[in-house]
């Protein structure tokens, strides 16, 4: 829940509802961080960013890592009827993912029906493959990283890693998580712990998407994500590499 704070000491800063505070736009009028921080106002811009996007907001839940029922329409009241309010990682993720800044997110709380425009940014041109693809030879270094003249490219969100890549999934044995057609952007450097989706090479060439169920000195332990399939364990010297998904397209 979004909370004004005195309109004297800080006449340009809320307090969200984890005590942390977030800072208005230059110049903005006092009272647009106080009146306009109403529930329907927050859930309007939420609404409004997955329009912008072209997503639902079961689509726009998706793409910022939540559950795809977490802005449900049905989920925005308590049974005793009290308002629930997005919390604030969830609104961070949000931003995230959309590019959207605080200061558009604020406006769009305050009454705008569209985002602000930007200068806009030059497309990143990401590397893309299918994942059927991906345990041939030539596709990636020893280190794991994208090489060579095989592949496609793809404008895809803006990510930190310069080695990051996307691969194209086909078939049904990943479903419900990712569907044929879905795309996945995958980073070789990003940190992973238990529970993130990956992309695991063995040393046999077979590439696949996983989730890590546990990593240790000697092991790696991988559940499918399709139940239908069967789990995976392997040494560690049987695995050459293991890479975080940090997007999907779904």
């Known amino acids: 829940m ?24 230059e110049g903005q009028p006092d009272h647009v961080g106080m009146a306009a921080m109403k529930h329907e106002d927050i ?26 029922t977490t802005f449900n329409v049905s989920k925005r009241c308590m049974p005793d009827g009290r308002n629930r309010w997005p919390s604030t990682e969830s609104v961070a993720k949000v931003l995230n993912a959309t590019g959207a800044s605080l200061e558009q997110f604020t406006a769009l709380v305050s ?13 990143r ?31 895809l969100p803006e990510v930190a890693d310069p080695n990051a890549y996307a691969l194209e999934i086909s078939g049904d044995s990943m479903e419900p998580v990712y569907r044929d057609g879905d795309m996945v952007i ?13 992309v695991v090479r063995t040393g046999k060439g077979e ?7 546990r990593r240790s000195a000697r092991r790696v332990e991988l559940k499918s994500l399709n139940p239908a399939h ?4 392997f040494d560690l010297n049987e695995v050459s590499w293991v890479h975080r998904i940090i997007w999907a397209s779904q």
Do not use: C
């Open 43 to 68: 859930w309007r811009a939420i609404d409004t960013l997955a329009a912008e996007n072209g997503l639902s907001p079961s689509g726009l839940a998706k793409r910022s890592g939540l559950d795809p």
């Open 111 to 123: 009454g705008a029906r569209t985002l602000s425009s930007n200068p806009p940014r030059p497309a």
């Open 125 to 155: 041109r990401i590397p893309l493959i299918g994942l059927a693809q991906a345990g041939g030879e030539g596709f990636f270094d020893d280190g794991g990283f994208p090489v060579g003249g095989g592949w496609d490219e793809v404008s």
């Open 230 to 233: 069967p789990d995976y364990s």
């Open 207 to 213: 590439v696949m998407a996983k989730q890590l169920a």
């Open 2 to 25: 979004l909370l004004p704070t005195s309109p004297i000491r800080h006449p340009s800063r809320f307090f969200l509802k984890s005590g942390k505070t977030a800072v208005l736009p």
């Open 186 to 198: 995958v980073s070789p450097t990003a940190p992973i712990r238990r529970g993130d989706r990956v």
